[in-house]
């Protein structure tokens, strides 16, 4: 039997899915501004008042291994009791999933500011997508509506990844290849992507206007290009996606081992320990989701040193392995920015005559194309970070043969019992019409 084809969308559709997209958007950007807030608040409390008060350094070692095997103790416990036990396993999630219960929010919000206040190495964006996916799903497509639960998850992963980038730029790089590759729809691209695309302005447009922080670092701006930036770029990214491919071949390994404990408290006060340790040895630069790091290393690169940054590259690497393959909440694409970062402005320290933008660059692009195995939102990052638009090209013709070899690594995601991880079936309509 054939298919009928879809009805093509009308203006009068387009105009009336935008009201909640604006609306979803500019949630998304406040559930996010309210999370970070709060982590940002307990992140002061535990860092700089506690340790002031009881006359103790605030990069005393003792204390950055203490913090962070309770920060690991306090997760498990949330992961363990709490109803919803904080959503899916991260290691098996990826940066878009299905709608999780609306159950599972409160758990997962405690999970994300515990572990973003404690120093965890992960970031924000996973988990505040996830929430905010839940919220609007439960909001938008309630049991019995009759409404796909399809469009409340492009809205809301748009209009955090919006928020969160600070443009809605890299949310429909992220959407028009989850639609390339698992959408099923019919229609005009641009169409389908409208909605999302108002969501993810609103919520960028929310976070501009708050004030909220920037990705980019501070580098010397690029000056006239050159062959040689390329090669550089290449080289660069290379060495910045073979530190990445490390982690992912240690991911699975190390998931398995924290999980063979069984208990969540267990292992992930051991992971704690863990990452308190690595904390105490790389410093505090290494700690937390990186952002507010990695502008530090960029201002400190010619004090440390290229060595000391490659070595602080390590540190990060394993940390962002043990962290997420423990079970910590929290997202891969922080920390991998930091990593590139990183390995960046230790490739312009050793060879100078690589300039620090390229090879800042060129350092995001390889560790975020391995981390998120996404060539379009390696490119943005990879802009982004460095803010020069002037970059593009060179990065288009670098990322060619990175991607080629990347592409055939395995990826660091791994699949969740008796499931083929369908990241982007509820973007299609593939989906259920509501969470379970």
């Excluded at 909220?212 to 090669?231: C, K, Q």
């Excluded at 502008?295 to 392995?321: C, F, P, Q, S």
Aim: include cysteine; hydrophobic fraction near 55%; proline fraction near 8%.
């Amino acid at each position: 039997m054939t298919e009928t084809p879809a009805a093509p969308t009308t203006t009068r559709a387009l105009l009336r899915g935008s009201v909640p997209a604006l609306g979803v958007g500019v949630g998304s950007a406040l559930t996010l501004v309210a999370l970070s807030g709060l982590a940002a608040w307990l992140q002061q409390r535990i860092w700089h008042d506690l340790p002031a008060s009881w006359g103790v350094p605030q990069d005393s070692p003792w204390w950055t291994v203490a913090v962070l095997t309770v920060t690991g103790v306090l997760v498990g416990a949330v992961v363990r009791w709490v109803p919803g036990h904080a959503g899916n396993d991260p290691a098996t999630s990826g940066l878009v999933a299905p709608p999780l219960p609306a159950g599972t929010v409160p758990g997962l919000a405690l999970a994300l500011v515990l572990g973003l206040a404690g120093g965890v190495s992960l970031g924000p964006e996973n988990p505040i997508i996830a929430i905010n996916v839940a919220l609007a799903v439960w909001l938008l497509a309630r049991p019995g509506s009759g409404t796909a639960a399809a469009g409340p998850v492009g809205l809301a992963t748009a209009g955090t990844i919006g928020a969160m980038f600070g443009t809605p730029v890299a949310a429909v790089l992220v959407l028009t290849e989850a639609l390339a590759e698992h959408g099923r729809g019919e229609g005009r691209l641009f169409d389908r992507l409208f909605g999302p695309l108002v969501a993810a302005g609103a919520g960028a447009l929310t976070m501009q206007l708050i004030g909220a922080p920037t990705f980019s670092v501070d580098v010397a701006p690029y000056g006239e290009p050159r062959l040689w930036d390329i090669v550089a770029a290449v080289v660069v990214a290379t060495c910045a996606a073979l530190l990445a491919y490390l982690a992912v071949l240690s991911f699975a390994p190390v998931h398995r081992a924290f999980h063979l404990l069984r208990s969540p408290v267990l292992a992930l006060g051991l992971a704690g320990l863990v990452l308190g340790a690595l904390g105490a040895i790389g410093g505090p630069l290494t700690l937390f989701k990186g952002l507010d790091e990695m502008k530090e290393l960029a201002e400190r690169a010619d004090e440390l040193g290229w060595l000391a940054l490659l070595g602080i590259a390590a540190v990060k690497t394993v940390a962002l392995v043990v962290a997420s393959g423990a079970g910590f909440r929290g997202g891969r694409i922080f920390p991998a920015v930091f990593i590139g970062v990183a390995v960046g402005l230790a490739a312009s320290g050793l060879v100078p005559a690589v300039p620090a933008a390229v090879a800042v660059a060129a350092g995001v692009l390889g560790a975020v194309l391995v981390v998120a195995r996404s060539g379009w939102l390696a490119l943005f990052m990879a802009v982004v970070t460095v803010g020069d638009i002037a970059l593009l090209p060179v990065l288009c013709l670098a990322v060619a043969p990175v991607w080629l070899a990347v592409r055939a690594m395995p990826e660091m995601l791994l699949p969740a019992a008796g499931d083929d991880r369908p990241e982007f079936a509820a973007l299609s309509g593939a989906g259920p019409k509501h969470p379970a």
